[in-house]
C-alpha cells in the first residue's frame, strides 16, 4: 500500500443505521484520542463539516480508510459509497447494518410501498391527512426538490461495493473497535474479507457456559419479560433463545451479563455463510418432544422466527428477501 | 454479488478456482470418465454429447467415454491417463457408488493418487433409469457432472482409518441358533462368551420330542451340542445372564452383563438333586415353565432333566428362606458340597468382544389373546408348546398323550395359524406352524390312535423333505380340513368335549366336529422386550418387530450395526435347519471380520476444530454413536474418530460451524450445488 504524504486520512460514513455506531466511536473516548491524534479526518457527518464536494475533490485512493456505518437503502448512500470506495486504499463496512444489513435489512420482507405506507400513512404515531409520499421531485413554493430515491430492497454495504473488512456489532463493542482499529495500524493486514473479531462463538466469552448441560433439551421457550432470569444458568437451560452459540464473540456476553440472550448482532463466524439457518438449526437440535404435535407447541415459543434469527442480517444470508411481487 | 464480496459469504468466496491453483497448489487437472454400461445408459443418455460438455468445464484435462468402465480395460484408462496426462482429480459417471465406488477409487490408487480425489456421478439410477426423454436425461446428467467437477476441485487428500478387532465374540442367547454360533466360532479358535437369560441353555428346541421333518430326536442332536457348549475351552458359558449395556464400535465392544443370583454355586453343584429332595415342600407346587406349567416343581429344582449346566436354582419368590427368613434349610443340610449360599447377589461384569452374534430367538403367541379358540377356558385347549411337552418322553407325563383327567384323548382337532397371518394379531405367517402340526398329528396318532383333524388355510410345506413328510401324514389317515375354525364350544354336558365349527372350503360346507382335546399351533412372535434389546445394542427392528437384517437379500446376517449379526428366530420365524444355517453364517461374518485383524474405516469422519469451537455443547447430545464427548477443563467438544460414522448430524447442528467433515466440507457441498443450478 502506497503511503500517502503527511498524516494517514480516514473518513466516516453513515448509511441507513440508527446513529448508534457513531456513538460507539465517540464512546471510546479517550482510547480514540491517540488514533484521532495520529490520523486526519476528512469526513465524519456527525462531528465534523465536510462536504461530498471535498471528497470528490480528492485524489482517487488518497483515504487511507473509510468506516461506513448503516445498510444501502437510498440512492444517495449508494453514490456515497462508491464515492468513498474511489477515493480509499481500505473500505470497513462498520457495525451490523453496513456488514450484513441490520435491523433496516429486516425491510426486506417487504417493498418501497409497504415501508412507505407503514412509515407514512398506517403507523398509529403518523398525523398525515394528504397522504403525502415521499418523491423524488416535487416543488414547493416555486422551489424545485429533490430527494434521493429509495430501493425496495436493503443492501448490506458489500453488496453494494468491494469491502475490505468489517468489524461487527450492533453498535460494535469498544474492545472489538479497538482491536481492529489496532490491527488495521499494525500494517500487517489480514486477508482481504476477514471480520475483525474473534471467530468463536458467543459462548466461548460467556460467564454461565459452565452451568450449560450437556444433554439440554428444551421443551419450552420462554420470553425475556416473562420469566424471572436466574443470573447465572445458561440462559438456554432457562429456556430463553439465546443465539449466543450461533454468534460471533468479541462483545464479551455483553447482553447475557446484562441478563438478556444474546439476539445474534455480530453474525456468524467465518465459517457460516448464513447466520440465521445456522442458528436455526443449532437451536432447533435442541428442542425436545417426541412427535411433531410436541415440536410444534415448542416452536410456538418463537413467534417471530425472521425477526428472531434473521434479526441482523436478511438481506446478507442466502435468503435476502421476500419475493418481490 | 452478495457471495464474491465476502461478508456473511464465508466459505464459498474463495469458491471458484477455474482449474486455477489454489495457493500454489499444483494446477486441478481432471479425467472426466462417461460409461455406457452397455446400453443401460447410453439408450437413454447421449452419452457424447455428456462427454463433450464435460471436456470444456474449467479444470478438465480429458473427458472420455467408455462401454464398461468398471471393467479392467475401463480402469486401466483411468490409470494410463494419471500416469500420461498428470491427472489429479478423477470423476466418473456411471452407476451407484453403492456399486463401483470402491472399484474406481482402487483405480484412482492405483494410478497413484489418493483415492480420495475420486468422485462419482450416478447418470444410471439418477438419469437413465428413470428418464424416458433423451434429450433432458442427457441435461440432467451433464449437470451432475458438471456438479462432480466442481466439487472435485476441493477434495483433500484423505487416509482411511485401521482399528484392530478383538477376537473375542459374545453370542447372546443359548437356543439352538446360539449354541452353533458359539461352537462354530469356538472350533474356528475364538473365544466365545455365551450368555444366556435362563439358567439353561437349550432354548425351545429343548421342549421338543421329535423334529419334524426328519422326526429325529430333539434330545439326541441338541444334548450332545449342549454338552460341547459347557465343555469347551473357547466357551464361557454364563447362564441367568443378560446384557445391560454396550459401549464402544465393531472390533471393540465392551458390553456389561448382568448375572442374576442362581444361589447356588455353579463350581460346586453336580446336580446331585439331594436337596430338591430334602426341601421342606414334600411336592412340587410351582408351575413348571419348561413343562409348559404342565407340571409342578419345588422352589429349588433343576432347569430340565437335559439342562446345561447341571446345576439346580433356587427361585427366591418362592423359597421360604426368602419370604420369611426362617426356613429349616432341609436342603442346605442335604447338600453335601455345601453349594447354596443364600447371600447370593446380583454381579455386574464387562467383557470385551470384538463382534456380537445376537440369537435371542422367539416367544410363541398368546393364544389367550385369540379368544374365540377357548384357551385359558376350557381346559382340554392346549397350545402346540404344552403337547410338545406331552409327547415329549421326559415330559411331565412321560410322553403319554393324556387330558388332564388323565384320559387318552379319542379326536384331537389342531388349529394352524393361531396368531398368525391375521390382521388383528400378526400379520405374518410364522412358517413353521403347518410342519409341527403335521408332526404333532402324527405324534398323536401314533400314541393314541385318535382321530386327528387339522385345520389349516394353507398347507404351507415348502422345504426340503417338507411336502413328502406331508404326504406321509395325509396318508395316515390324518383328516386335512381346509378352512378357518370359526368358534369353539365345550359341550354343556359333555365331560369338556369341544365343539369345532369350522368352514370346510375344500367340501364347501361348514362341519361341526366334536373333540376331546384341541391344539392351537401359536404361531412365533418377536420376544416380549425385542426393542429394549435392540435399543441396548444399536441395531434396528423392521415395523413387525423382528431384528433388521442389512440387506434381505445380500446381507442377511449383518446388522445395520458394523459388528453386530444375527441368528435364528430373532430374524424371523424359521425351523431349526435354517436356524443353525444362518448361525453357522453369522459365525463366518464375525471370523471374517476377526481374521482382518483390522477395520478400514471411511475417513467421512466429522472433527472439530478445537480453537474454533466455543463450547456450547449444542452437539454433544445429537450424535446418535455418542461419539462426541465434552472435554471440561478445555470446554470444548471432541469427537472420537473411531465411533463417528460420518452421518453428519453434529455438522449441521454445529452452530458456529465448527465442526467440519471429510468429504462434506461446506465448500465441496455448496460447489456441487452451485454446479447443478448453473445452467450451461
Ligand atoms: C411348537 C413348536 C414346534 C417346533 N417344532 C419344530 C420342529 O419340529 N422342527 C424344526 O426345525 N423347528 C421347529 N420349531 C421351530 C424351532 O423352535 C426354532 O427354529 C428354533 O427353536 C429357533 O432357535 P433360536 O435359537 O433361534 O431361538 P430360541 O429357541 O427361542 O432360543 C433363544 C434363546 O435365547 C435366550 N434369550 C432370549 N432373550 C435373551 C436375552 N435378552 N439375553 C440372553 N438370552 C436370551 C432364550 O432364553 C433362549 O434360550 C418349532 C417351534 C415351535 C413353536
Ligand atoms: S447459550 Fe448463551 S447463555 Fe448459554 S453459554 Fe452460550 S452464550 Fe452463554
Ligand atoms: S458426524 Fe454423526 S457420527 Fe460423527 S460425530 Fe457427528 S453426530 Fe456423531
Known amino acids: 500500500m502506497t503511503k500517502p504524504e503527511g498524516k494517514p486520512k480516514v473518513a466516516f460514513y453513515w448509511c441507513a443505521s440508527c446513529g448508534g455506531c457513531e456513538e460507539a466511536v465517540v464512546d471510546l473516548a479517550e482510547g480514540i484520542l491517540d488514533v484521532v491524534g495520529a490520523v486526519d479526518i476528512v469526513m465524519w457527518p456527525v462531528a465534523l463539516d465536510f462536504k461530498r464536494a471535498d471528497i470528490e475533490a480528492m485524489p482517487d485512493g488518497s483515504i487511507l480508510a473509510s468506516f461506513i456505518n448503516g445498510a444501502i437503502r437510498t440512492t444517495e448512500q449508494e453514490e456515497m459509497a462508491s464515492l468513498l470506495r474511489r477515493k480509499s486504499q481500505l473500505v470497513i463496512a462498520f457495525g451490523a447494518c453496513s456488514q450484513l444489513g441490520g435491523i433496516p435489512g429486516l425491510a426486506n420482507l417487504y417493498d418501497r410501498e409497504g415501508v412507505y405506507r407503514a412509515a407514512y400513512l398506517e403507523s398509529p404515531s403518523t398525523e398525515n391527512p394528504e397522504g403525502t409520499l415521499p418523491r423524488l421531485r416535487s416543488r414547493e413554493n416555486g422551489y424545485d426538490l429533490s430527494l434521493p430515491g429509495f430501493y425496495d430492497t436493503v443492501r448490506a454495504l458489500g453488496q453494494v461495493i468491494d469491502v475490505d473488512y468489517a468489524i461487527p456489532g450492533c453498535a460494535p463493542h469498544p474492545k472489538v473497535i479497538q482491536a481492529a482499529v489496532a490491527t488495521l495500524l499494525s500494517g500487517e493486514l489480514p486477508p482481504k474479507g476477514t471480520v475483525l473479531a474473534p471467530d468463536q462463538a458467543v459462548c466461548e466469552e460467556c460467564p454461565r457456559r459452565e452451568s450449560k448441560p450437556l444433554d439440554l433439551s428444551i421443551s419450552e421457550f420462554k420470553r425475556p419479560h416473562e420469566v424471572i432470569i436466574d443470573e447465572e444458568t445458561c440462559l438456554l437451560a432457562q429456556g430463553l433463545l439465546c443465539l449466543g452459540p450461533a454468534t460471533r464473540a468479541g462483545c464479551d456476553a455483553a447482553c447475557v451479563c446484562g441478563n438478556m440472550p444474546c439476539s445474534g448482532c455480530s453474525g456468524p463466524t467465518s465459517r457460516v455463510l448464513d447466520h440465521g439457518a445456522k442458528a436455526i438449526s443449532g437451536i432447533a437440535s435442541l428442542i425436545g418432544g417426541d412427535d411433531e404435535e410436541a415440536i410444534d407447541s415448542v416452536l410456538d415459543g418463537i413467534p417471530d422466527p425472521v425477526g428472531t434469527f434473521y434479526r441482523y442480517g436478511l438481506p446478507a444470508s442466502l435468503l435476502r428477501r421476500k419475493t418481490l411481487s | ?680
Open chain 2, 1 to 680: 454479488m452478495l457471495r464474491e464480496n465476502g461478508f456473511g459469504s464465508g466459505p464459498t468466496s474463495g469458491g471458484k478456482t477455474n482449474g486455477a491453483p489454489v495457493n500454489g497448489d499444483p494446477p486441478i487437472r481432471i479425467g472426466v470418465y462417461v460409461c455406457h454400461c452397455g446400453t443401460n445408459i447410453a439408450r437413454t443418455v447421449d452419452v457424447e454429447r455428456v462427454t463433450e460438455k464435460a471436456g470444456e468445464l474449467p479444470g478438465v484435462t480429458i473427458a472420455r467415454d467408455y462401454k464398461y468402465m468398471c471393467s479392467d480395460p475401463g480402469q486401466e484408462l483411468i490409470k494410463e491417463d494419471i500416469e500420461e496426462l498428470g491427472l489429479n482429480r478423477i470423476v466418473v459417471a456411471s452407476c451407484s457408488p453403492n456399486l463401483h465406488e470402491g472399484t474406481f477409487r482402487g483405480a484412482t490408487a492405483a494410478g497413484g493418487l489418493n483415492p480420495f480425489f475420486f468422485q462419482m456421478v450416478n447418470i444410471r439410477e439418477h438419469a437413465s433409469w428413470v428418464h424416458e426423454d433423451r434429450e433432458s436425461a442427457t441435461d440432467k446428467a451433464i449437470d451432475l457432472v458438471r456438479a462432480a467437477v466442481r466439487r472435485v476441485h476441493h477434495h483433500k487428500a484423505l487416509e482411511t482409518r485401521r482399528v484392530p478387532i478383538k477376537p473375542e465374540v459374545l453370542v447372546v442367547g443359548g437356543g439352538i441358533a446360539g449354541i452353533s454360533a458359539a461352537l462354530t466360532l469356538a472350533d474356528g479358535g475364538k473365544h466365545v462368551y455365551l450368555i444366556e437369560r435362563e439358567a439353561s441353555i437349550g432354548g425351545h428346541m429343548a421342549q421338543f420330542d421329535k423334529t419334524f421333518p426328519t422326526l429325529d430326536c430333539a434330545a439326541c442332536i441338541l444334548t450332545p451340542k449342549m454338552t460341547q457348549v459347557r465343555n469347551h475351552p473357547n466357551i464361557t458359558l454364563m447362564t441367568m445372564t443378560e446384557v445391560v449395556k454396550v459401549d464402544g464400535f465393531v472390533g471393540s465392544y465392551e458390553v456389561t452383563v448382568k448375572h442374576r443370583p442362581r444361589f447356588i454355586d455353579v463350581s460346586l453343584c453336580v446336580g446331585c438333586q439331594q436337596c430338591i429332595d430334602a426341601c421342606v415342600y414334600k411336592r412340587g407346587k410351582f408351575e413348571d415353565e419348561f413343562d409348559a406349567g404342565l407340571s409342578m416343581r419345588k422352589p429349588i429344582y433343576l432347569p430340565n432333566a437335559q439342562a446345561v449346566p447341571q446345576v439346580v436354582l433356587i427361585d427366591p419368590e418362592q423359597c421360604i428362606q426368602f419370604s420369611s427368613g426362617k426356613c429349616k434349610q432341609t436342603c442346605v443340610e442335604a447338600c453335601d458340597r455345601d453349594a447354596i449360599f443364600f447371600d447370593q447377589e446380583e454381579r455386574i461384569e464387562t467383557l470385551d468382544v470384538g463382534a456380537i452374534i445376537m440369537a435371542t430367538g422367539f416367544q410363541t403367541f398368546d393364544a389367550r389373546r385369540s379368544p374365540h379358540y377357548g384357551y385359558g377356558i376350557y381346559p382340554n385347549v392346549y397350545t402346540a408348546l404344552e403337547v410338545e411337552r406331552l409327547v415329549n418322553a421326559s415330559g411331565p407325563t412321560g410322553g403319554e398323550i393324556v387330558l388332564r383327567d388323565g384320559e387318552k384323548p379319542t379326536a384331537v382337532g389342531i388349529v394352524h395359524c393361531v396368531g398368525s397371518r391375521n390382521q388383528k394379531s400378526n400379520p405374518w405367517c410364522s412358517k413353521v406352524c403347518c410342519m409341527y402340526s403335521l408332526k404333532l398329528a402324527h405324534l398323536i396318532k401314533e400314541k393314541t390312535d385318535a382321530e386327528v383333524y387339522n385345520f389349516y388355510i394353507d398347507m404351507r410345506t415348502p422345504g426340503k423333505g417338507f411336502e413328502e413328510f406331508y404326504q406321509r401324514v395325509a396318508s395316515e389317515g390324518t383328516h386335512l380340513i381346509r378352512g378357518k375354525v370359526a368358534s369353539v364350544y365345550q359341550q354343556a354336558d359333555g365331560d369338556g368335549e369341544l365343539l369345532v365349527d369350522v368352514e370346510d372350503t375344500l367340501a364347501g360346507m361348514v362341519r361341526r366336529i366334536p373333540v376331546d382335546m384341541l391344539v392351537l399351533a401359536v404361531g412365533l412372535e418377536p420376544r416380549y422386550d425385542a426393542e429394549e434389546v435392540r435399543r441396548t445394542f444399536n441395531i434396528t427392528c423392521s415395523g413387525d418387530g423382528w431384528f433388521m437384517e442389512r440387506h434381505p437379500k445380500l446381507a442377511p446376517v449383518d446388522t445395520f450395526t458394523d459388528g453386530v449379526y444375527l441368528a435364528g428366530c430373532c430374524q424371523g420365524p424359521k425351523d431349526i435347519p435354517e436356524t443353525v444355517a444362518q448361525a453357522g453364517a453369522a459365525a463366518g461374518q464375525a471370523l471374517a471380520l476377526i481374521g482382518r485383524g483390522y477395520m478400514e474405516l471411511e475417513p467421512n469422519t466429522a472433527q472439530v476444530i478445537a480453537e474454533d469451537c466455543s463450547g456450547c455443547k449444542t452437539c454433544i447430545p445429537l450424535c446418535p454413536y455418542q461419539a462426541i464427548l465434552h472435554d471440561d477443563a478445555e470446554n470444548r467438544a471432541e469427537i472420537n474418530e473411531v465411533l463417528c460414522k460420518g452421518c453428519g448430524v453434529c455438522v449441521a447442528a454445529c452452530p458456529s460451524g465448527s465442526i467440519v467433515q471429510n468429504l462434506f466440507e461446506d465448500t465441496e457441498i455448496y460447489e456441487e450445488i452451485e454446479g447443478v443450478l448453473a445452467y450451461a
